[in-house]
């Protein structure tokens, strides 16, 4: 479970189960603070981290030696309310000594197989609200 | 557009175009160091804090004043891979001087028309990655 709070402006404190707290909040001109990340770039932080996980852990099962690790996301919005990304386009950025083919069968699998965010995003979840 | 690092582990490090970072990772059982959100959790987050940021500006707007504002959401997941949630649960629990259908209309108006984040979910955004 996570809980957000309301702190001051539009800017909130995220916690989850564990303790860890973000700060989430959005730009001056829309009233908040600039002093977190804006709830839409969390959607693509939560998309590129699952599948950097599965990509990281796969590649080095198969025996890659990672220098280096990245992966950028942008989204492409719609142009009137309530803005939702139409398409999001995703680069990853694998350095170090490891096989291409297995770089491409560790992304594969993470796309198609375990990436728990693409595959909620690829299917409607239930949305239940209680508003207390 | 934002950027994932990796850091060690399957510990990595997310920036966004405005210099903020948060720490992403995962329990230590699963090869992190737990010292940061999960994607999972982050999801969530980026749910609720688009419909908070909705809801508090819509809210004040209508004249109500806010003591206090919290969400929380929690998913049910899949058992099996890619483990998705297929629902997504979210309380919002708001104190203060307000008329009861004020708020309820201010949620409204998020889940309905204004929060991308909701929309995002509820759409299934094409996904397109470039493997360097």
């Known amino acids: ?5 309301w702190s001051k402006s539009l800017q909130f404190e995220a916690e989850d189960d564990h303790h860890h707290r973000i700060i989430v909040d959005t730009d001056k001109g829309f009233g908040g603070l600039d002093q977190g990340f804006r709830p839409m770039d969390l959607l693509l932080v939560a ?10 852990a796969i590649l080095q099962k198969k025996g890659g030696k990672i220098d280096s690790f990245a992966m950028e996301a942008a989204g492409t919005r719609a142009e009137t309310h309530p803005r939702k990304y139409n398409k ?3 680069r990853i950025i694998c350095k ?6 297995d770089l491409l069968r560790s992304f594969e699998l993470s796309r198609d197989k375990y ?3 693409t595959a909620t995003l690829s299917s409607k979840p239930d949305l239940e609200f209680v508003v207390e």
Chains 1, 2 share one sequence.
Request: charged share 20%; glycine share 8%; with cysteine.
């Open 1 to 5: 479970m996570i809980r957000l709070t």
């Open 47 to 56: 998309l590129t981290g699952c599948m950097a996980m599965d990509i990281v």
């Open 88 to 90: 999001i386009k995703v």
């Open 96 to 101: 170090g000594a490891y096989r291409r083919e």
């Open 115 to 117: 990436c728990s965010v």
